[in-house]
């Protein structure tokens, strides 16, 4: 899998050493791709966003690939 598009904002000061909690949820699943949103939370303040389009990709082509069965389900749990 491969990071084709990846785009945050960020909404509210982050530091090292702080505690995040992480959300992911599927916004969309395609035949070779996934659009994933994740939001940043720092306590109750949500403190970034970010939408990445992820491409199943083959090495030995360099070309997209069909989702296999499995990570479909497993992203489809996302959603």
Known sequence: ????????DFRAELNYGDR?????????????FA????ELFRGETCAATAEVVCVIFDLATRLPT???PDLRRFLEALA
């Open 20 to 32: 995040l909690r992480i959300g992911t949820r599927l916004l969309k699943l395609g035949r070779t």
């Open 35 to 38: 659009v994933l949103e994740h």
């Open 1 to 8: 899998m491969v990071t084709a598009r990846l785009t945050i």
């Open 66 to 68: 069909e989702i296999a």
